[in-house]
């Protein structure tokens, strides 16, 4: 049974920093594409950061780059999710999810996913 664990999440000021964690088991983890997404109250589940199998390819959509970034640590099955400079903007339920196996595409198919983790950024 696939499970991602997120973790890291809370309350932060604006221009802090937050990092978020996600631990996966019942997966050969190496073999799979991972992402962060996150969704606001009213909006939709976007896709924010994506990394590949080996993490040679990232992906971020124009709100975070420059400010976040996206790694991962395949002897702990666990990916990360580095956030600087945070605005109020960013205030979300934010979600790890693994895409296919073996696929290099890393901005779609996304099959398994995290229970979330709120991110809250004062002002």
């Known amino acids: 049974q696939v499970q991602l664990a997120e973790s890291g999440g809370g309350l932060v000021q604006a221009g802090g920093s937050l990092r978020l964690s996600c631990a996966a088991s019942?997966?050969?983890?190496?073999?799979?594409?991972m992402g962060w997404f996150r969704q606001a109250p009213g909006r939709e589940r976007d896709l924010i950061a994506a990394?590949?199998?080996?993490?040679?390819?990232?992906y971020y959509t124009d709100s975070v780059k420059g400010r976040f970034t996206i790694s991962r640590d395949n002897a702990k099955n666990t990916v990360y999710l580095q956030m600087n400079d945070v605005k109020p903007e960013d205030t979300a339920v934010y979600f790890c999810?693994?895409?296919?196996?073996?696929?290099?595409?890393?901005?779609?198919?996304?099959?398994?996913w995290g229970q979330g983790t709120q991110v809250t950024v004062s002002s």
């Open positions: 999810a693994a895409g296919l196996m073996y696929s290099r595409d890393v901005q779609r198919g996304y099959k398994y």
């Open positions: 990394i590949s199998m080996s993490g040679d390819n990232t």
């Open positions: 019942g997966l050969t983890f190496y073999t799979y594409p």
